[in-house]
């Protein structure tokens, strides 16, 4: 019997295999995401259980969206939605203990059933380093990642200068240990509750802190990756820089402002926009780099 061409051991230790090169690929919309920036084009994506009929642009990066299919999200991914558009490859994600995300357990068993699968671990065990090596090696071996050195330059550089500003400000910041204005990473759910993150349940958080950045830790509470909250006890917190979650899940910040603890925190803070979901390229990261890094800046200089 011949052997497949085309091998790939995902994350959760699985051959995937094909005669050939994958060239229909369906991904998560994030894992397309990514894929795009390494210039590795999905035909179809699909979203999770916090989606809708339509892709969530926060998540979608760079993806042609007028030009893939979204296959839809939720109770709306069953298998033969999934295998529409014959794909050779379909590319997942998961947060750990290998169950793929979006994709009820069942669905996602049948799946690989009729098409390889492959599953990149974005878990908490992960640092964002490591993660975003997997994806690069994925894109390479779909073909990808020409302009790999390009993006990594650019990386190192938001790097390099995230960690220059951090180290800037602790010159002028009068606490033990000395650390810069302070960052919240936040999901708002409405006018009544906010979901805090734990900074240690998120790669690209203590990927900041790997920086230099000081992160707020919410109280102690029940959620693994969250702390919830009233907007007064958020309000109470301390934090110059505000990480709000831009997905369409979470409630845009212009339906916030009626109550006051959110006008308390706008007031006081810079607000940035947050996807907990950004693609795990070096291009992506680098933006969100800067975008800390500026942000940081500005409030030191005032």
């Not at 505000?242 to 845009?252: C, E, F, H, K, Q």
């Amino acid at each position: 019997m011949d052997k497949p061409v085309w091998q790939f051991s995902d994350d959760r230790g699985q051959m995937a295999t094909a005669s050939g090169v994958p060239t229909r690929v369906t991904a998560y919309i994030q894992a397309g995401a990514t894929l795009w920036d390494h210039g590795v084009g999905p035909g179809a994506v699909f979203g999770s259980f916090h989606d809708g009929a339509s892709p969530d642009r926060a998540k979608a990066g760079g993806l042609p969206l007028d030009r893939l299919r979204y296959l839809g999200a939720g109770a709306a991914l069953d298998l033969d939605v999934l295998l529409q558009g014959t794909p050779d490859l379909v590319v997942a994600v998961s947060y750990g203990g290998g169950q793929v995300y979006g994709l009820a357990p069942e669905t996602a068993k049948h799946l690989e059933e009729h098409v390889p699968v492959v599953v990149i671990d974005i878990g908490h065990s992960r640092s964002l380093a490591e993660i975003r090596d997997r994806f690069t090696d994925l894109a390479r071996a779909l073909g990808g990642d020409r302009h790999h050195e390009d993006a990594t330059r650019l990386l190192d550089a938001a790097q390099r200068r995230l960690r220059t500003v951090t180290a800037a400000t602790r010159a002028y910041v009068d606490t033990d240990p000395p650390a810069g204005p302070r960052v919240l990473a936040l999901s708002p759910a409405g006018t009544d509750q906010v979901h805090v993150a734990r900074p240690g349940a998120w790669p690209e958080l203590r990927a900041l802190a790997e920086h230099g950045v000081h992160l707020v830790e919410p109280p102690a509470g029940t959620g693994a990756n969250w702390t919830t909250l009233t907007w007064e006890e958020a309000a109470a917190l301390p934090a110059e820089i505000i990480l709000s979650d831009v997905r369409v899940n979470a409630t845009p910040v212009e339906q916030l402002r009626a109550d006051p603890h959110w006008r308390t925190i706008e007031d006081r803070a810079r607000v940035l926009p947050w996807n907990p979901e950004t693609p795990c390229s070096a291009r992506a990261h680098a933006r969100f780099f800067a975008l800390v890094a500026d942000a940081i800046d500005s409030r030191t200089a005032r």
